[in-house]
């Protein structure tokens, strides 16, 4: 008999056997549209379009289709999987969300989606950072300026920031890109949006 993984919630659960996956569906914890994956496999689908697991329960195509709109947006956790029809729909949206005021694209494109949520909270997290991290960088060339060995390494820190921002969103925008809910190194722990 074959295992799967789940996703409920935005966290992936499982191992569980075809048996105790029919069990939670038609206990209503589980809907004909949460995304499986058959064990030894990366290949996310709903439950309803999996033959194995419709077929099981003698139902097939009879399963109730589920409106989007249904979906709970649940927050991702970090290094959890998303949902695959999720991730396609939304990962523009998600790719956005890293470019400064951008953030906010994916808070009213897609409100609906836990992954363009995840990719929005790190978005806005960096663009607290830009706003913190310039001025004070900025601050610190101008307002010191009159002591050299001071001032030298401010001249430093500044691009230096430059850079960091620079990097950080670059590699929000490649997970993003690639369909991953991966914290930003340093200050991707914080969680502004629920």
Known sequence: MSTWKYLQNGQQLGPVDT???????RSGTL???????????????PIRTV????????????FPSVPPASVTAAPLADGAT?????????????????LGILFLVPLLAAKDSPFARYHA??????????????????????????IPFIHFISCLVWPAVGIGILILMVLGIINAA???????????QFKLIK
């Open 31 to 45: 809907t004909p549209e949460t995304s499986v994956c058959k064990e030894g496999t990366t290949t996310w689908a």
């Open 121 to 146: 909270n790190q978005g806005l997290v960096l663009f607290i950072v830009e706003i913190i991290a310039w001025p004070a960088a900025i601050f610190l060339g101008i307002g010191i300026a009159f």
């Open 19 to 25: 048996t105790a996956l029919l069990a939670l569906l």
């Open 82 to 98: 998303p949902d695959p029809a999720d991730v396609e729909k939304n990962k523009v949206f998600a790719v956005l969300g890293y």
């Open 51 to 62: 033959p194995e697991l419709s077929g099981a329960t003698g139902t097939g195509a009879a």
């Open 178 to 188: 690639q369909g991953v809910c991966k914290p930003l190194p340093v200050i991707g």
